[in-house]
Nanobody, 118 residues
Framework: QVQLVESGGGLVQAGGSLRLSCAAS????????MGWYRQAPGEEREFVAL???????TVADSVQGRFIISRDNAKNIVYLQMNSMSPEDTGVYFC????????????WGQGTQVTVSS
């Protein structure tokens, strides 16, 4: 069974930084990508960033130039460095891993709260 555990969330002032980590454990085969989504109160979950098997990152326009995604392939850990944060970045951040064996499987973490105060 694959499990993802996020850490690094918390409260930060506007303009500050946080670093999220997500460690995947269990048997993973042929990882396609790992990444992050977030969900603000009353809003739908939205894409933040992903990094694929070739270590190529993709980030949402809303965080471009501020957030950096990276990955430790050997340990199946994905990081999200968040800089120049604003209150609009507040929400629950969920990490995921997508793999393919005989079919595509997507696994999610439980989420970590990030709050940016103005």
């Amino acid at each position: 069974q694959v499990q993802l555990v996020e850490s690094g969330g918390g409260l930060v002032q506007a303009g500050g930084s946080l670093r999220l980590s997500c460690a995947a454990s269990g048997r993973l085969l042929n990882v396609i990508d790992m990444g992050w989504y977030r969900q603000a109160p009353g809003e739908e979950r939205e894409f933040v960033a992903l990094i694929n098997r070739d270590d190529a990152p993709t980030v949402a326009d809303s965080v471009q130039g501020r957030f950096i995604i990276s990955r430790d392939n050997a340990k199946n850990i994905v990081y999200l460095q968040m800089n120049s944060m604003s209150p609009e970045d507040t929400g629950v951040y969920f990490c995921y891993v997508r793999e393919t064996a005989f079919r595509i499987n997507t696994y999610w973490g439980q989420g970590t709260q990030v709050t940016v105060s103005s």
